[in-house]
């Protein structure tokens, strides 16, 4: 049972280069979330899932798109790489059984640097 | 989601129990508190959460005080490899309501 796994673990990316950070649980979660950590500060929600087909933004969503065509598979995109965006970025998901205060569990993340 | 405050760092010897305590004094009725850490360069951990009763798991404890106001994260036997960040998070469950609002934490110490 592999968890929550993100690929890839690294980047460098140069200003305005696109990519797509992959995230996928093996665990039947409903609920799917993306987060970027900047140094030394917590974690803000940018985008997340409630299930396959629906997405919704969080705290901080510009410059990034979603997608949630599987419920093992939700892969964030970067359109136009901005300096602004380099970060830690953290893929989490939840089960949704009996009520909403299932806790998140969370992937190792991708650290993405653009320069 | 109520606003917590923690101490910025903390030590503790190892083997004993280390004692990691939250402020969260505009807590709601529905208002969970969760625990969270970070060991260096992983992603979060879930450690443990509640309402308002005390909870225990393999890992830890959760003491809410009556009024609710504030809790302590208890690791009965600290080992080094508890040495991380450790985030208290106050979240109302409810559809619609995904955001988990990390702080800055408390980064604990265990010293040999």
């Known amino acids: 049972n592999a968890g929550v796994t993100q690929t890839p673990k690294f980047r460098i990316l140069k200003i305005g280069q696109s990519m797509t950070l992959q995230c996928t649980q093996d665990?039947?979660?409903?609920?799917m979330y993306w987060y970027r950590q900047d140094p030394g500060m917590g974690l803000k929600l940018i985008y997340y899932?409630?299930?396959?087909?629906?997405?919704d933004k969080g705290e901080v969503p510009n410059g990034y798109n979603v997608s949630r065509s599987t419920t093992e598979d939700f892969p964030l995109r970067l359109e136009l790489a901005a300096p602004s965006q380099t970060s830690v970025y953290f893929c989490?998901?939840?089960?949704?059984?009996?009520?909403?205060?299932?806790?998140?569990?969370f992937g190792d993340g991708t650290r993405l640097s653009i320069l | 989601d109520a606003k917590t405050t923690q101490p910025t760092s903390m030590d503790c010897a190892e083997g004993r129990a280390a004692n990691l305590p939250c402020n969260h004094s505009?807590?709601?009725?529905?208002?969970?508190v969760y625990w969270y850490r970070q060991i260096h360069s992983q992603g979060p951990q879930y450690i443990i959460h509640?309402?308002?009763n005390n909870e225990t798991n393999e890992m830890a404890s959760l003491i809410i005080t009556e009024d609710r106001k504030s809790s302590t994260l208890i690791l009965p036997h600290a080992t080094l490899r508890d040495t991380a960040v450790y985030y208290c998070?106050?979240?109302?469950?409810?559809?619609?309501?995904?955001?988990?609002?990390f702080g800055t934490g408390t980064r604990l110490t265990i010293i040999p």
């Open positions: 989490a998901s939840r089960f949704l059984k009996g009520g909403v205060n299932q806790p998140q569990h």
């Open positions: 665990m039947n979660h409903n609920y």
């Open positions: 899932s409630v299930g396959a087909g629906i997405t």
């Open positions: 505009t807590i709601s009725g529905n208002e969970y």
């Open positions: 509640g309402l308002k």
């Open positions: 998070i106050v979240r109302e469950v409810g559809f619609g309501n995904e955001k988990l609002t």
